[in-house]
């Protein structure tokens, strides 16, 4: 019987969140780390990760996160994630990850940190 | 079909098998302490992992540790880490130099994907400390029988194999301890306090902690018991769905 699970991605400006919702796990994923995949294949580098509904991650789902901030980083973007569930913030925590991402409490703060980082282009339609 | 399907039933005897051999026949002898320790793998083979090292200066490594992931690449993932740790302290006696150490080689082969929560306690029997190195792994239960306390240690650390090493040194912190006559240390994984019953509730930290005040005064291995049987009543008709390692340290 699958989890339920559901991804959402939305670009404004330069920055992308990727809204992701329920389990994720071994078999959820490969769809995360595709929607990844996707935005820095497209070169878009400003990622936030809204994890607001996202219930239970296991340990398949923290190496995704792991597999792109370094590549990312490199190449002047972040992965950013907001928005903890108290369960699945405590997995991040044990495992060391708050100090190696930059977490905030909602999407809408982890968007106006890539501001904060006083990047050059700075997104103005 | 039934021929394959037996060779393989058969393959993964021999490699359970070779991983139950590759946990230490029994835990050491230390006057002044009892050690007891059980990993039960959830399925064939798991990646959980103990053991224990005796270091250049004499003092004893605890180690805990579980490979993210299940099932075979675990089990690889797990007999690396085993065999690295035996490597480094060979030579080593500081315990962050012997987890950065594994670190680096661990990064190397883990493709960043896989990592190992561990736990590596180290252990003076003459001046009864204990030196706690925790590179992301569930907190160390610490029961302190004389003053009825029981504590969550926790010491800053991450997971080992996600960072190539300059933030994983510089966020690990050593936590030392002041054993005490009576008390009772618990190293263990997730597979304990993420056991679920069938409410698809937790077992959780606090029923861990709650469990081993009822110990005081029991060996290693009766406390062992008494935590084990508290799990798997939780449990009741539900498997467990991890790998379930305890190792428990009793201060006579």
Redesign the interface.
Known sequence: MPNPFAINTQTQDDITTIAIEGYLD?HTAPQFERAIEDEIGAGRLRIVVDCRSLTYIS??G???F??FI?EVREQGGDIKVAALQPKVESVFE???FA??FDISTDAGAAVARFGDAGTAQHGEN | MQAERERLVAEFGVARLAQRRMLPDSPPRIPGYEIAAVCRPAREVGGDLYDFLRLPDERIGIVVADV???GVPAALYMTLTKGLLASVSETETDPHRILAEVNRHLYEVC?????V?LILGVLDPATKTLHLAR?????TVWRQARADDVKGL?A????LG??KGT?FDR?LKIETVNLEAGDAVLFYSDGITEAMNSEREEYGDERLMQIVRQTDGMSAAGTEEVILTDVYEFLGDESPQDDITLVVLRVA
């Not at chain 2, 493709?111 to 990592?115: C, G, S």
């Not at chain 2, 590179?135 to 907190?139: I, Q, S």
């Open positions: 071994a340990s398949a923290l190496g995704v792991m597999s370094e044990v495992l060391g100090e190696i | 993210s992931g299940k493709r960043r994907k896989v990592f929560t590179a992301g792994h569930n907190p926790r800053p650390g991450l997971g996600l960072d933030l966020t």
